[in-house]
């Protein structure tokens, strides 16, 4: 795959996580205030590893917990959102 195509999509996948996660109902990531840093989508994009922060008083393992709970959710809202070929599966670090 081009370059210029994987950052673009990237950029994509970013974007639209940064709106789904204000969407996620989880009270462990609603607490948190969790910006999307960085998005790495892998060449055949089957695989995302997404990088974030979080702000605010909570505990960085409960809202790694929130995460990976709410994957499916974050997972089916990028596959509506985006026009991509597969939809990756995230891993959140």
């Known amino acids: 795959m081009a370059n210029y195509r994987k950052n673009r999509i990237n950029e994509e996948v970013q974007k639209e996580l940064c709106e789904i996660l204000r969407e ?11 910006n999307v840093t960085a998005v790495d989508v892998s060449a055949d994009l ?17 809202v790694q917990k929130g995460l990976v709970s ?5 997972r ?3 596959a509506v959102r985006l026009n991509v070929r597969q939809t990756p599966e995230f891993t959140f670090y």
């Open 76 to 78: 089916k809202q990028v």
């Open 70 to 74: 709410a994957q499916g959710f974050i």
């Open 46 to 62: 089957k695989y995302a590893k997404v990088f974030y922060s979080t702000l605010g008083k909570c505990d960085e393992k409960e």
């Open 24 to 34: 996620v109902k989880d009270p462990r990531v609603q607490r948190a205030f969790v």
